[in-house]
């Protein structure tokens, strides 16, 4: 891989960093009244003046604006995201502690619903308009509509209370407090959300990759291949399939965006103990620097999840080596 | 009757079911969703059809009522964004060159921001009405659309007809409006349609969030008070499940109206050349 | 020996405005070692006929007749058994080499696959004899090239491994389908030249609109008007003495004979005219032109044409 595009790709990954940085410092800078203030009213009206100012020094809320942004920016990347009001801990490192529980979920669930939807997408466009096409599809576009938190409680009612086959929430059962960590048991516990989460971004991708293989289908270099004489699970895997997959990589960038904005809901409804629940809480407690901080390491997944399928991608398709060269 | 001529009929039927409602709320409603109209969590019966929540309000009332927020985000969300992510991939894609590069680099960057923690640290702040939650959402949202815009009006901004109405001495404004939007108007209305059920479940989600609009009625936040009030756990399903049903048709018919049309725009398989 | 009969075929594909009749009444033969040119306008179905052969058409294609490979009746076949042939009996050089070649795969890897597939030979030997091929249709720097991939290739590069990939088993017969467009002179040259040589070794169905390139590498001539044979013949009689009209329009309308254009335009294939298709555009048509439909008829051992003037 030239070292020329690897830098360039870095280059554009720290400035979409100081992007989500500005931003989230504009949106705050500006809103009316400054969030220190807001917190402080809510959680007593009568707190005095000398208070409130105290703590917008803490805060930095009385700097000039630019040194003020410089500061901010500098502190963002040194690891310094400010401190959470409610829990008070900073919150870089709390956030950084529930992320693995979130990835716990996100990761597999990603793993899962790209191969699984791909494999179908890719037999369902091979397929197209047969029945077995057409159940599938009609199932996936049904799946597809329901809202993420809908789909939880159902899953949560069916398969929790109704059947019992899951805990009702939380990632351990409370014979843990007595017998201590068992993986079977946090497995146990996860595995609700993951399906739910799977089934979810599944179909997303499922659809993607059925329409890219309807347009690769319908390229020359197929007939090319039937031409040639080649058995059919030949040219889809080997022609059709790779080239369908191309598009899908630039997607799992998107496909982080819509994990994350789900698994607030999912982690919620779960009661698991990731950064969705964080953040459902900072939400209920007003807890500002805490919800900046899920925004940029938001903005970090997104941007690395960006940079992985810029990685990969060229490994896939020789034709960008071209553009690497510039 | 095709299938997919039945599909469109039938999600256009549902929908107008939903339309029909949310108008005509008050007439259909036997309380007024916000009094106190009889006991607390009381059961569903004759003169209480989906029984009563927390606060002994009728919940068929509010279930009526709510479907006034769903439509409105919605609408408000997609409005918003498909014109401004239409607006900005015509551009684009007409000007090319260092405008277009210009604004797709802008748009990889925008696209790294996750707008959904952004709207919900916006939502936070402002607390804000129906209304601006569903222009936030549109405005937050409007990025998703323009690079299928785009990719179609360069396509188009190439066929010949386009340089004909150029070398008449047409403005690029009178080009762009008259000659580009027309041929993308099936496109754009697919994107609207897909982008009203997003916003419509996102919004939702914003109340059962607890951000919603608390002078508007909205599922999103019956279906919050419901869980809040262990509706999984007591089994309140009168409470829990037809808030969630309602905003998953809605969505079902929405999406199922939005496949059938895109179905017919996307290029087919192509056909042996003769 | 006659490597390909065609007997009264008929292609059409079912569509919303109707059925597009492609191809009517065609019959064919093609000898071993001749090359047939087939000529004609674009949409007059000519490569439907190639994809025919090869029963590349899509599935809701509607076909009668019979199309015989050596004795074989291919459109009885079973697709498993066409699938054998494919390749390795039959080859085909696609239209559109841009479009025709996977880009993900290198050059060589695509040509090594069908060797793969019908020689049975491992990977290592498949390339090398890939490599071959490519020296074989020359392409320079043929072991470098190989490994490359499709858009590194130039155009006439393209269409030379195309030809590569038709050629890589030997088929006996080989489907040439407008092998130069869309290439600039000097390239086109050098392809046909190329075809040339191919088709002194082989069978050869040749389907082209330039007619300089058809009379340079066919030994016959159909020419193909809305879906049917209207003329046939050895190409020097064809091309030196026409018989039917639109031969001739065909051959007036080359820069060095005038460049004059037919009148018109060919006739949809889904609404077609009773009686003679060209009757329209046609200086000559008569009255039982519009009335009857006209039959091939031989004129001589080596020259048909199908056209009233000859009844």
């Known amino acids: 891989m030239e070292a020329r595009y690897l830098f360039k790709r870095l280059c554009y990954c720290g400035l979409a960093f100081i992007a989500s940085i500005t931003i989230i410092f504009l949106l705050l800078h500006f809103m009316p009244g400054d969030y220190v203030t807001f917190y402080l009213l809510e959680i007593s009206r009568t707190t005095p003046v000398e208070v409130i100012e105290h703590y917008q020094h803490v805060y930095g809320l009385d700097q000039p604006f630019l040194e003020h942004y410089v500061n901010y920016v500098v502190a963002v990347i040194q690891g310094d995201w400010g401190y959470s009001f409610e829990y008070r801990v900073p919150v870089f490192p709390l956030i950084g502690q529930k992320l693995w529980w979130t990835l716990m979920i996100m990761v597999p669930s990603l793993i899962l619903s790209t191969i699984i939807g791909a494999v179908a997408g890719a037999w369902s466009g091979w397929k197209r308009g047969t029945k077995g096409d057409m159940a599938l599809l009609s199932s996936m576009l049904f799946f597809r509509a329901i809202p993420s938190y809908w789909l939880a409680i159902m899953g949560l009612l069916v398969f929790s209370c109704l059947l019992g086959w899951f805990p009702l929430g939380g990632y351990m059962s409370i014979n843990a407090l007595f017998s201590g960590y068992d993986i079977f048991d946090i497995i146990h516990h996860a595995a609700l959300p993951i399906l739910t989460t799977t089934l979810l971004s599944l179909t997303g991708t499922y659809y993607l990759m059925r329409n890219s293989m309807l347009m690769t289908l319908g390229e020359d270099y197929i007939t090319t291949a039937r031409a040639k004489g080649l058995k059919e699970s030949v040219i889809l895997r080997k022609h059709a399939a790779r080239n369908a997959l191309l598009p899908m990589v630039t997607m799992i960038a998107m496909q982080c965006a819509h994990l994350m904005a789900g698994s607030i809901f999912i982690e919620t409804i779960f009661s698991w103990p990731g950064m969705g629940m964080l953040t459902f809480n900072a939400l209920n407690m007003r807890d500002v620097p805490l919800l900046q901080g899920i925004f940029l390491m938001g903005a970090l997944i997104l941007i690395a999840a960006n940079f992985a399928a810029d990685m990969v991608y060229p490994l896939l398709d020789p034709r960008v080596e071209e553009s690497m060269h510039e | 009757m095709s299938k997919k001529n039945l599909a469109m009929r039938v999600s256009i039927a549902i929908f107008a079911i939903y339309l029909l409602i949310a108008l005509f709320a008050p007439l259909l409603t036997p309380y007024d969703p916000f009094i106190i109209a009889g006991g607390i969590y009381e059961e569903p019966s004759p003169e209480h059809l989906l029984g009563t929540n927390d606060l002994a309000q009728d919940i068929f009332s509010q279930l009526i009522y709510g479907t006034r927020a769903t439509l409105l985000l919605g609408f408000t969300g997609a409005i918003l964004s498909v014109s401004i992510g239409t607006a900005i991939g015509i551009v684009s894609g007409y000007y090319g060159g260092r405008v277009d590069e210009f604004i797709t680099r802008t748009l990889d960057i925008v696209m790294t921001i996750p707008t959904f923690p952004l709207l919900l640290v916006m939502m936070m702040f402002f607390t804000p009405g129906i209304y601006v939650t569903g222009i936030l959402m549109g405005l937050l949202g409007s990025a998703r659309g323009v690079r299928v815009i785009r990719s179609q009006v360069l396509s188009i901004a190439q066929m010949n007809f386009i340089t004909g109405v150029k070398v008449m001495g047409a403005s690029d404004l009178y080009v762009m409006a008259k000659h580009v939007l027309p041929n993308l108007l099936s496109l754009v209305t697919v994107q609207f349609v897909f982008s009203a059920q997003h916003f419509m479940v996102m919004g939702i989600g914003l109340g059962f969030l607890g951000l919603g609009d608390s002078n508007v009625i909205d599922w999103g936040q019956m279906i919050d008070r419901a869980y809040q009030n262990g509706g999984v756990i007591n089994g309140l399903w009168w409470w829990l499940i037809p808030p969630g049903m309602a905003v998953t048709f809605l969505s079902l018919s929405l999406a199922l109206f939005g496949y059938s049309m895109e179905d017919e725009i996307n290029p087919r398989m192509k056909l042996t050349r003769i | ?311």
């Open chain 3, 1 to 311: 020996m006659d490597i390909i009969r065609i007997k009264n075929l008929n292609a059409g594909f079912p569509t919303k405005r109707g059925l597009v009749r492609a191809a009517t009444s065609v019959d064919l033969t093609i000898r071993e070692g001749e090359c047939l040119g087939l000529i004609g306008e674009s949409g007059c179905g000519k490569t439907v006929l190639g994809m025919t052969i090869m029963r590349l058409l899509q599935p809701n294609t509607i076909i009668s007749g019979e199309i015989f490979y050596k004795g074989q009746n291919l459109l009885a076949l079973k697709e498993e058994e066409m699938r054998k042939l494919r390749g390795k009996e039959l080859g085909m050089i696609l239209q559109n080499s841009t479009t025709s070649l996977n880009p993900v795969l290198s050059v060589g890897d695509q040509i090594a696959e069908g060797i793969i597939l019908h020689e049975g030979l491992r990977k290592k030997e498949a390339r090398e004899k890939a490599t071959e091929l490519l020296e074989k249709v020359q392409i320079k720097n043929a072991a470098v090239m190989s490994k490359r991939y499709p858009h590194e290739f130039s155009g006439g590069m393209r269409e030379r491994a195309m030809i590569a990939i038709a050629l890589a088993c030997s088929p006996s017969f080989v489907i040439a389908d407008e092998p130069t467009t869309g290439l600039d002179n000097r390239t086109m040259k050098g392809v046909i030249s190329l075809l040339a040589e191919v088709a002194k070794s082989k069978s050869m169905l040749f389907i082209t609109h330039d007619l300089a390139a058809a009379f340079e590498i066919c030994d016959t001539i159909a020419v193909m008007y809305a879906g049917e044979i209207v003329e046939w013949g050895d190409v020097d009689e064809v091309f030196s003495a026409p018989l039917h009209p639109y031969t001739s329009g065909l051959l007036n309308s080359l820069p060095e004979r005038g460049f004059i254009a037919i009148p018109g335009s060919s006739p949809s294939l889904i609404d077609l005219p009773g009686g003679c298709r060209f009757k329209e555009r046609c200086a000559c048509s008569e009255e039982r032109c519009a009335r009857a439909h006209p039959l091939m008829k031989e004129i001589s051992s080596s020259h048909k044409v199908r056209c009233h003037r000859y009844d």
